[in-house]
């Protein structure tokens, strides 16, 4: 059993993590804050008012574990968002290739009905392959994170959803989680990034709660030790992988 002092370094990494996020976090929405007042302004010039409203309703935030002091918005899944009917209700298995290893997974439709079919549908499409793992934590929270098209941070499907499902109560992420990361402060904001828990993390709950766990890696987690080793690239605990990390074929079944 582990003694006091070191589960209390533990959760003491952990709250600096979470600090490190959110400041992450309110970096990528002042680059949304820019494109979107790019947007507005060139969208106002030209008259396309319809064309704005429509922008503003699909706009895509940047996602991750943390907190924000942003205001939740409430939202209902547009008809965009895959059915969580297709999830079944139950357990899908199979493979996921990153960093060019295969990672044999399952995931848990029953507990997480709207995540699996989300990440089914955009599996099915082929959506993920060569999309890169754009982040990576080294300290306290210890995650891959990875399904950004734009590979920053703020890109996604050209949808976002809700709600936030089989989160761990005890805000503790076991190690081979697949997780759903979103906007902190926001239930809603899920989209097709995901992070994978490459040991466990203690990642506290923000006003909108936990992260969607959907699924878990049963073997083959051990072939991304390269990767983690090798840190970020500007040497930091929380940044762009110094290894160039990509998705590959998803199978499920």
Request: glycine share 12%; hydrophobic share 35%.
């Amino acid at each position: 059993m582990a003694s006091k002092k070191k589960t209390q370094n533990i959760y003491a990494s952990a709250a600096a993590s979470a600090q490190k996020f959110e400041r992450h976090q309110q970096e990528i929405q002042q680059k949304i804050s820019l494109r979107k007042a790019d947007n507005r302004f060139a969208l106002l010039v030209s008259g396309g008012a319809v064309a704005l409203a429509l922008i503003l309703q699909l706009a895509y935030f940047g996602f991750g574990p943390g907190k924000t002091t942003a205001t939740p918005e409430a939202q209902t899944n547009s008809d965009l968002v895959p059915a969580a009917a297709l999830s079944e209700s139950r357990e899908w298995t199979g493979s996921m290739t990153v960093g060019g290893k295969k990672l044999e997974i399952s995931l848990d439709g029953a507990a997480a009905p709207q995540a699996v079919a989300n990440f089914l549908s955009l599996s099915s499409k082929s959506f993920y392959t060569d999309v890169s793992c754009h982040r990576l934590t080294t300290s306290g929270i210890f995650v891959l994170q990875c399904g950004d098209p734009n590979g920053d941070g703020t890109g996604g499907p050209g949808y976002n959803w809700g709600p936030i499902e089989n989160a761990p109560t005890d805000d503790l992420y076991k190690e081979g989680y697949l997780a759903m990361a979103r906007r902190g402060g926001d239930g809603s904001s899920m989209g097709s990034q995901f992070f994978i828990v490459y040991k466990d993390s203690p990642i506290p709950s923000d006003e909108a709660g936990g992260y969607t766990v959907f699924g878990k890696i049963n073997k083959g987690l051990s072939g991304l030790s390269k990767i983690i080793k090798a840190g970020t690239e500007d040497g930091s605990a929380d940044g762009k992988p110094a290894i160039e990390t990509k998705l590959g074929s998803i199978t499920l079944k």
